[in-house]
Every structure is written in C-alpha cells, then in structure tokens.
C-alpha cells in the first residue's frame, strides 16, 4: 500500500477517521491510501482526494501538499519530508486559524501561449513562456478596487502572475474573515461586472505555506 | 450561471488548486493522464470555463 498524501497537520485527530494519518516527527501527514499498483494519474482517484482535502480544511488548517506525492509509510514519509518538517511546524502553529482565498482574474488582454515548437532550446522557451506570464496584466481600477477592498481584510495578501492569460490575487485571512472576504467579493462584482474574475476559498495553506520568514 | 454552470466550475478550481498550488516534494515527478500533464490541463480548464463565464455572462440577444 502507497499512501497519497493530502497535507502536514499538527493534529492526528485532525485527520483521522477522514484520511489515513502518517506521523512525520511530531507532526502528521494525512492521506488516502491506495495499492501500489495503481496509478496515481487516475480521474476517479483525484475526485476521491479533492473530496478528503475539503473535509479535512472543515475540520482544521493544514499545510496542503501538490497532488502526487505519495509514501510508503512513516519512515519512507519522514525521509522524504524531513527538510521541510520545522517550517511546516512554524507555519501551522503561527496561522492554524487562517485560511487561503484566491481571486483569479482574466488578464485585460490575453497573450498568446509560446509554442514550444518554435523554439530551438528548452531555455529559450522557458524564457519566452516566463516573459509572456510576467508581461500580463489586469485593469488598474480593478486591481485598485481589490487592494483597498480585499487586502485590508488579509494578514497576507500577493498578486501573482501564474500564466498568459490571468492574474491572481491571493489573500491568507483569519477564519472569521471568510464571510467578509465573500462580501467583498460581491461588491465587485457589482462595481466591475465586465471584468471576469473567480473568487474562491477557503484553501489549505498553499501560496503562503512556503515563505513563512 | 446556472447552479451546473457553478457546480462545475467550483470542483474545476477545487482541482486547479489540488494540481498546481502546496508544497512540492522534491524528487516527485509531474503526474499526467496519458500524454496530458495534468498541471496544465487543470489551469487551461478553469481557465476554458473563466472564457464559458464571459460567455454565458452576456445578455442574450431576442431577434
């Protein structure tokens, strides 16, 4: 049996009976458990761990690890994890009553992908591909409109450019915020409703799980 | 948006975020469908559905 991680929890009861839970030095790592055999790149398989991962943030903050890490048990986990383990126990001690919410937003003009056909070296494309990210952009006004109404709100708050064709804003906020975030989020949409954007949350500690100096 | 509109777009981003956000292990390789790296095809579908937004968004002309 391999064991598809999910998250580091400070907590074992904040995971069991949801997922599996692993220890890693004194923290945990929760999980669903699967054969060896199957393979991890199966649909009904990420529907079933997106499913564990919601019920688990209901439940407590945890640090959320990218889809296809897997273990096979506590000692393979701990050597795998052991770099990380004191942050994560920073981290989750200092934010555990805070929570990730994320503002996606259409970029004002969307920039072609660069074809990696059109390239004569990986690096070449690497490049093309980081200038077309960097190069997007949203309306000022909106972008405006979101600092003064959602950063307020946040204990940490970035704008990230993750591909050619959005943007996005993400905010680390104590739980009780939620609901105010959420009505932020609508008084956007009434002041700009020809801009697309996507707020969503609450997510894991993911944007800000790794940068906590 | 109709509530299947919303439905669908809320479990797209619930993958978006499960595939391409937390912290990445080092030595795991990028998990992928066949030939799809499932990184991409997340953001690329939330991303399509952002555009099916835009869309269904715009008052329907009567003729």
Known sequence: MKLVVIGAHLERG????????VPVSDLWLSGVAIDDAQPVGDRDLLLRVAKVRAELLDRAT???IRYG????????????????IDRWRRVLRDFSGHVEMTLKVAATTA??????????SGAAYIRALHDATRATDVAPEFRRAVDEMLAPLAVKHRWSNRDTASLEFAALVKRESIGAVNDAGARLKRDFPSVPFLLSGPWPLEV?????? | MSDASE????????LDHLLDRGVVIAGEAVVSIGDVDLLYLGLNVV??????IIRTSQPKQIK
């Open chain 1, 14 to 21: 904040d995971i069991e009976p949801l997922a599996e839970a």
């Open chain 2, 7 to 14: 439905e669908e777009l809320s479990l797209l981003e619930t």
């Open chain 1, 62 to 64: 945890f640090i959320a």
């Open chain 1, 69 to 84: 890490f897997t273990a096979h048990g506590s000692s393979d986990a701990m050597a795998k994890c052991a770099p990380h």
């Open chain 1, 208 to 213: 800000f799980a790794d940068d906590h100096e």
């Open chain 2, 47 to 52: 991303l399509a559905n952002v555009d099916a």
């Open chain 1, 111 to 120: 920039r072609p992908r660069p074809d990696r056909h059109d390239f004569e």
